[in-house]
């Protein structure tokens, strides 16, 4: 996907992992958030993984507790008002 530079590749090796783990997909569309880079950095990724193609970026901002320019906190309590790491299956686009 041509992703050097681009894309934090460990951040993407798991992104991979996970995706590759979940057997009830609806669409092959991977969401990825690359925490490793500051908020104020294109970061959300959104990849059409059947044609192996970058569909595009964004900026993502993260929880309120989770840090300032950076994420280095994440929680998966609920109300912590911090950003969850992990895998999520959605049903819907949204």
Same mark, same amino acid.
Not at 11 to 35: C, H, M, P, V, W
């Given at each position: 996907?041509? /992703?050097?530079?681009?894309? @934090?590749?460990?951040?993407?090796?798991?992104?991979?992992?996970?995706?590759?783990?979940?057997?009830?997909?609806?669409?092959?569309? /991977?969401? /990825?958030?690359?925490?490793?880079?500051?908020?104020?950095?294109?970061?959300?990724?959104?990849?059409?993984?059947? !044609?192996?193609? /970058?569909?595009?970026?964004?900026?993502?901002? !993260?929880?309120?507790? =989770?840090?300032?320019?950076?994420?280095? $906190?994440? =929680? *998966?309590? *609920?109300? =912590?008002?911090?950003? $969850?790491?992990?895998?999520?299956?959605?049903? @819907?686009?949204?």
């Amino acid at each position: 996907m041509k /992703l050097e530079g681009v894309v @934090n590749y460990t951040a993407f090796e798991q992104a991979i992992t996970g995706y590759n783990r979940i057997d009830e997909k609806s669409k092959e569309i /991977l969401t /990825l958030i690359d925490f490793s880079k500051p908020s104020t950095e294109e970061r959300f990724y959104v990849f059409d993984m059947r !044609h192996k193609k /970058l569909l595009f970026t964004s900026l993502v901002s !993260h929880g309120k507790n =989770s840090g300032g320019k950076y994420a280095t $906190s994440f =929680s *998966n309590e *609920n109300g =912590s008002l911090k950003s $969850s790491l992990g895998f999520f299956l959605t049903e @819907n686009t949204y």
